[in-house]
């Protein structure tokens, strides 16, 4: 259904915004919010879900680790959810297009 990753990134909504006119390039750009809510959120929720830090560490560690890396590199918190959420949709992508089970690592 969809051919690429950027087009299942586009169709969530979770794709940043354009905001540029003539030579000026907005750097404060908003997610797009085309597509389907209901992805967005479900998305959103697990992403939030699986950086979620227990007793006995980080539910899904490799989305800890790239949220934690986004959070070092000065993003704010929304920000590096976000693009948590977008790392969390591209590994649902590799999944369904590989057709093998998601291994924890």
Not at 2 to 27: H, I, N
Request: aromatic fraction near 12%.
């Amino acid at each position: 259904m969809f051919p690429s990753v950027k087009q299942l990134v586009a169709y969530s909504g979770t794709d940043p915004s354009v905001c540029q006119s003539g030579q000026f390039e907005g750097d404060r750009n908003k997610i797009s919010k085309r597509g389907s809510a209901y992805l967005r959120k479900a998305l959103y929720q697990a992403a939030s879900a699986g950086i979620h830090v227990t007793r006995k560490g980080p539910v899904n560690f490799s989305l800890y680790n790239y949220y934690s890396s986004k959070i070092g590199a000065g993003k704010k918190k929304k920000v590096a959810l976000i693009a948590t959420t977008n790392k969390l949709l591209r590994i649902i992508y590799g999944v369904w297009r590989k057709n093998e089970p998601f291994k924890l690592i």
